[in-house]
Every structure is written in C-alpha cells, then in structure tokens.
C-alpha cells in the first residue's frame, strides 16, 4: 500500500526531517502539466526508501536524495574540444553546486 504524501511536512517525523534538509518542504506545480495536482521532488515513499538504504540516518539520507536531484537535473551532453584544452572547465562540466552541500551532509552525519 503506497505512503499518502504528509502536507504540509511534519518535521517531527524523519520524512519531514529529510525533506527540511534537502529541501522540499513545498509540493510544486508541473510547468509541463499544469492540470496535473503539485508534487514534492520527492513522494514520501521515495523518502522512505533513502532512510531505510541509510539506516534512518536522516543527513545521509538527505544527501544522497540532493545528489540523487543534482544528477537528474545536470546536463548529459560532453563537449570534446580541439587542442588546446581551456584551463577552465564549460559550466556544463562544472560540478553541481548541489554536490558540496551533500557532502556537508554526509560529513555531519558522520560526527553524530
């Protein structure tokens, strides 16, 4: 039986927890489908998911779901270019910015 999405986040609750540090506090509109009802990045089973592959771990699983986004949402393309190679990487290689603060995360989850 699937989890029916908690509104507004209890952050109480390790769900909520996770959605405060990712963040996804807010159910969103589809652009592509505005008659479509808002959702959060994440459904609360997906949510579920990353604290029982962590082990409730809150901040890992809070992590792993920013990675997780900041991956879906970068760029697939690869840019080869002629020599010489520019010394500074194209935006689209750039690492994410979402990157650090997931391993902001894991590190604190790590000292608790």
Do not use: C, W
């Not at 209890?10 to 540090?21: E, H, K, M, N």
């Not at 963040?23 to 479509?36: I, V």
């Not at 190679?85 to 603060?101: D, E, F, Y």
């Amino acid at each position: 039986m699937p989890i029916t999405d908690v509104t507004p986040p209890d952050y109480s609750t390790q769900i909520g927890q996770v959605r405060l540090l990712i963040p996804d506090t807010e159910k969103l509109a589809n652009p592509a489908n505005p008659s479509a009802a808002a959702e959060y990045l994440f459904n609360d089973s997906q949510v579920t998911a990353f604290l029982s592959l962590y082990a409730s771990n809150v901040k890992k699983a809070a992590a792993q779901a920013i990675l997780l986004k900041a991956s879906t949402t970068a760029p697939l393309s690869v840019t080869f270019f002629p020599a010489p190679i520019p010394t500074s990487p194209p935006a689209h290689l750039r690492m994410s910015k979402s990157a650090p603060v997931a391993s902001l995360l894991r590190l604190v989850a790590t000292e608790n």
